[in-house]
């Protein structure tokens, strides 16, 4: 089977472009346009090795490699980055990344540094290794911040009380807490959640906060979801 590797960038010719070259050079590729998705997808279905530009909208590259860290994920993982200041590319190193490419690049040196990252790993660039491949691990439960909820069952509970949720408000919550600590720009949201960004004059997000607050909040209990003034929102227990 050839190695798997989740690509995260928000330029689409460029993703495009790179997708289909690492495709011919024998990887099987997964292709998503923010670092949202690339979370989720991570999630969903490990990959052998992450592709992730620094720049994107909402969650960036450095904030991927954050959250997959302090979640012990430790997939190797490749930066594509426009940032050519040495002080740039430590942020990166510190973030969690392995390696960097630097923008404009030439497809030869990400398949050399893709193939180098693997060999750390036991893999062999776009050839599996001789160990039985990894299996996805089955999501079950999320928890953050007094919170826990099951996607496949779509059940959510706080500090054990169920949370009677219609389907937009648990989509919102369950965006919220697979990136809790995380600021999410409306934008990013309205994009996750309805895949259309209705403008900043919309009070539809702020309507569906309010509601998910109401649910969740408890007399005595710290509020979990925050508003970022001029920003959007964040899920933290504080």
Not at 42 to 51: E, F, G, I, K, Q
Not at 129 to 149: F, N, S, W
Not at 214 to 224: H, I, T, V, Y
Request: aromatic share 6%; charged share 30%; hydrophobic share 40%.
């Amino acid at each position: 089977m050839p190695q798997t590797v989740l690509l995260a960038e928000d330029d689409r010719a460029i993703r495009h472009a790179l997708e289909r070259a690492l495709t011919l050079e024998g990887y099987r590729v997964t292709a998503v346009a923010d670092g949202v998705e690339a979370l989720a997808q991570a999630h969903r279905t490990p990959p052998d090795v992450l592709v992730l530009d620094v720049m994107m909208p909402g969650i960036d590259g450095l904030q991927v490699c954050r959250v997959l860290r302090a979640e012990g994920d430790r997939t190797p993982i490749l930066m594509l980055t426009a940032l050519v200041e040495t002080q740039d590319r430590i942020a990166g190193l510190d973030a969690g990344a392995d390696d960097y490419v630097l923008k404009p690049f030439d497809v030869e040196e990400v398949f050399a540094r893709l193939r180098a990252l693997l060999r750390r790993t036991g893999g062999a660039g776009g050839v599996a290794p001789v160990e039985a491949p990894r299996q996805p691990v089955p999501e079950r439960y999320l928890e953050a911040a007094g919170l826990k909820m099951d996607p496949q069952a779509r059940r959510a509970w706080r500090d054990g009380r169920e949370l009677e949720l219609t389907r937009t408000e648990f989509e919102l919550l369950e965006l919220l807490v697979r990136n809790s600590g995380i600021v999410l720009d409306h934008s990013t949201i309205y994009d996750r959640i309805w895949g259309y960004d209705f403008g900043p004059g919309s009070k539809n997000l702020a309507v569906y906060v309010g509601y998910l607050r109401r649910k969740l909040d408890e007399p005595g209990a710290p509020q979990l979801i925050h508003t970022v003034r001029g920003v959007g929102y964040v899920l933290r227990a504080d």
